[in-house]
């Protein structure tokens, strides 16, 4: 490598100046703070082992109240399935392998009560970030919910319509919805335009014909705009 500076006055470049800078005692600070982490939680799991108790891990104070699953494993479609796995890549339940597998706990199992067992447990509860208890609901929550979830079923079902005399009864159902909002707009306006004549009569018949009721006089206004006095006949009677 020549020791001679660059037609540009900076240092030569070497060989392995294009490789990625590390800063060593930033990644020695994160490694010592990970090796007190694990020797922490070594601890901590020998003592409740010791103790007759089962470890989990320990709150932060940023976990929520355990929520009901929004998600459905479709079991049903895995039957008679295969799926490749490389070898090696989990060890007993430890890691990603055949069967269901539990990306927040980095567990596998081999079948579906397991995995449901496993999603139930505090074990899995502690690592999605929630404590394991649930928030009781009012009862106005509980009535907002059930008009959720048939909401919801009505949705579902109406999407699952597949023959076509099923979808023309969806359909037929909806455009009975649509003329029922319509006609019940046409009868507001109708009853408001029929209440504003009404206050107008009451104030000409308060105040005399010196004032004008709204729409009596459309014509004889427009007639006079296009310069008509009348239809009447100019012959002598």
Not at 33 to 59: Q, S
Not at 103 to 115: I, P, Y
Not at 124 to 150: C, F, P, Y
Not at 224 to 236: L, R, V, W
Request: aromatic letters at 6%; glycine letters at 8%; charged letters at 40%.
């Amino acid at each position: 490598m020549s020791k001679n500076p660059s037609a540009y006055g900076a240092a030569p470049a070497g060989d392995t100046d294009f490789r990625k800078k590390y800063d060593l005692d930033e990644y020695a600070a994160k490694a010592k703070t990970r090796e007190a982490d694990e020797k922490e939680e070594r601890k901590a799991r020998w003592e409740a082992k010791m103790a007759g108790k089962k470890y989990y891990k320990p709150m932060d104070g940023t976990e929520t109240n355990t929520t009901a699953r929004n998600a459905t494993q479709d079991f049903r479609s895995l039957v008679g399935t295969s799926t490749l796995v490389p070898a090696g890549a989990g060890v007993g339940k430890r890691g990603r392998g055949a069967g269901f597998y539990c990306e927040a706990c980095d567990l596998t199992f081999k079948d579906n009560l397991q995995w449901v067992e496993h999603t139930n447990s505090m074990q899995h509860q502690r690592a999605i970030g929630q404590t394991g208890q649930v928030h009781k609901a009012s009862a106005k929550e509980v009535h907002a919910r059930i008009e959720a979830l048939w909401q919801r079923q009505l949705e579902q079902k109406r999407e699952h319509t597949v023959t076509l005399h099923e979808r023309l009864a969806v359909r037929k159902e909806e455009e009975e919805k649509e003329r029922e909002e319509k006609r019940r707009k046409r009868k507001e306006a109708e009853e408001r335009k029929r209440i504003e004549k009404e206050e107008a009569i009451k104030v000409k018949t308060e105040y005399g014909d010196d004032v004008r009721v709204e729409g009596e006089h459309d014509e004889d206004d427009m007639m006079a705009a296009m310069g008509i006095t009348g239809f009447g006949t100019t012959a002598k009677k």
